[in-house]
């Protein structure tokens, strides 16, 4: 069964830096495009960025884009997302999300990660 | 970016019930949408995909229709496990994959 499991997240003033990563399992991992989603406490779901199965390309959201980074590694089926210049409107639980295919839509979710940006 | 204007944003309603959710796309995205179901503290699950394909081993008391611009997700008979936040999503343009608001369910 398909596997996203997360890590990484925590505590960070504004303007610094986290890492997040996701471990997936029980797909071809090399095929899929993979998303980032987020949702600010008690609020809707915010698509965050997206890369290509291949890491041919790369697409952020306009608030976030210029500050993270979103990459992965097929050879170890993780995929990641850098963030930096962290803002206090960036804190939300992050979720790591499977692409059914190779850009279309969220078919499974990781178990997501708490990022607070705070003094 | 297409707009998916998602109502109401709560309802409350009794065990047995019919419960009806609308999204609205700011133009037309064929059969391009979602539903998803969020419990508290939980991630999203996927119900429903292209309008109306059941995902697997989702109860058929929950039906997805609808197309351009329209959409509809209706849960036929409420049941208590049902109590959750339900969201539509536009894959139309999947950069930016988009969102409706979401739908809060509650037990009357």
């Known amino acids: 069964q398909v596997q996203l499991v997360q890590s990484g997240g925590g505590v960070v003033q504004p303007g610094g830096s986290l890492r997040l990563s996701c471990e997936a399992s029980?797909?071809?991992?090399?095929?899929?495009?993979m998303h980032w989603v987020r949702q600010a406490p008690g609020k809707g779901l915010e698509w965050v960025a997206f890369?290509?199965?291949?890491?041919?390309?790369?697409f952020y959201a306009d608030s976030v884009k210029g500050r993270f980074t979103i990459s992965r590694d097929n050879s170890k089926n993780t995929l990641h997302l850098d963030m930096n210049s962290l803002r206090p409107e960036d804190t939300a639980v992050y979720y790591c999300?499977?692409?059914?295919?190779?850009?279309?839509?969220?078919?499974?979710w990781g178990q997501g990660s708490l990022v607070t940006v705070s003094s | 970016d297409i707009q998916m204007t998602q109502s109401p944003s709560s309802l409350s309603a009794s065990v047995g019930d019919r419960v009806t959710i609308t999204c609205r796309a700011s133009q037309d995205i064929r059969k391009y949408v979602n539903w998803y179901q969020q419990k508290p503290g939980k991630a999203p699950k996927l119900l429903i995909s292209h309008s109306s394909e059941l995902e697997t081993g989702v109860p058929s008391r929950f039906i997805g229709s609808g197309s351009g611009t329209d959409f509809t997700f209706t849960i036929t008979s409420l049941q208590p496990e049902d109590v959750a936040t339900y969201y539509c999503?536009?894959?139309?343009?999947?950069?930016?994959?988009?969102f409706g608001g979401g739908t809060k369910v509650e037990l009357k």
């Open positions: 999300a499977k692409d059914w295919a190779r850009l279309s839509y969220v078919d499974y």
């Open positions: 029980g797909f071809l991992f090399s095929s899929h495009g």
């Open positions: 999503l536009q894959y139309e343009d999947s950069v930016p994959l988009t």
């Open positions: 890369i290509r199965f291949d890491e041919s390309d790369h």
